[in-house]
T-cell receptor
Framework: DGGITQSPKYLFRKEGQNVTLSCEQN?????MYWYRQDPGQGLRLIYY???????QKGDIAEGYSVSREKKESFPLTVTSAQKNPTAFYLC??????????FGDGTRLSIL | QKEVEQDPGPLSVPEGAIVSLNCTYS??????FMWYRQYSRKGPELLMY????GNKEDGRFTAQVDKSSKYISLFIRDSQPSDSATYLC???????????????FGQGTILTVHP
């Protein structure tokens, strides 16, 4: 089945620690996206990538980093510089600027 | 002021009711309009996708776009308990560059359909 797989489903971060969220897609989509969802605020764009080895900052990129070494993979690192990392993180992919398909998210909490 | 405003609800209706969900927006460059449904602890799934003004129907769902009023709606007929979810509107412009593919979402409306 084609789709987007995010792992882990739940993640806990200690103070001062970096953590990496995984996103893999087998839809052969060129574009991939990372969003953050907080209660009552909808989804906000963190980073996006149009093609391999290229990515752009979204609206709330501070404290996050990404890489795009393979078409299928777009991992997100939440660094210790992100002071309020507790949120639901969603990865999406699309053909060019077309319809975005989402994974089932990773919920990050602080210990 | 947010670019996209959506009443967060919550909205509670009896089974069989017609549900109306709405979003307003301020950016006249938006041309593509979407409605996503999100179940608890899951990712959003696309329900409806429309371009510019007009209506689109798919089964029990109808999406309406009124660009002159900067207002979009989703109607659910004969609502079912399985429709209970958060409904998110999203929209984007046709611009490239730094606006590439960027979706702007509403806050989401929590809907409960009770038997």
């Amino acid at each position: 089945d084609g789709g987007i797989t995010q792992s882990p489903k739940y993640l806990f971060r200690k103070e001062g620690q970096n953590v990496t969220l995984s996103c893999e897609q087998n839809l052969n989509h060129d574009a991939m996206y990372w969003y953050r969802q907080d209660p009552g605020q909808g989804l906000r764009l963190i980073y996006y990538s149009q093609i391999v080895n290229d990515f752009q900052k979204g609206d709330i990129a501070e404290g996050y980093s990404v890489s795009r070494e393979k078409k299928e993979s777009f991992p997100l690192t939440v660094t210790s510089a992100q002071k309020n990392p507790t949120a639901f993180y969603l990865c999406a992919s699309s053909w060019d600027q077309g319809t975005q398909h989402f994974g089932d998210g990773t919920r990050l909490s602080i210990l | 002021q947010k670019e996209v405003e959506q009443d967060p609800g919550p909205l509670s209706v009896p089974e069989g009711a017609i549900v109306s969900l709405n979003c307003t927006y301020s950016n006249s460059a938006f041309q593509y309009f979407m409605w996503y449904r999100q179940y608890s602890r899951k990712g959003p799934e696309l329900l409806m996708y429309t371009y510019s003004s007009g209506n689109k129907e798919d089964g029990r769902f109808t999406a309406q776009v009124d660009k002159s009023s900067k207002y979009i709606s989703l109607f659910i007929r004969d609502s079912q308990p399985s429709d209970s979810a958060t409904y998110l509107c999203a929209m984007r412009s046709n611009a490239g560059g730094t606006s590439y593919g960027k979706l702007t979402f509403g806050q989401g409306t929590i809907l409960t359909v009770h038997p």
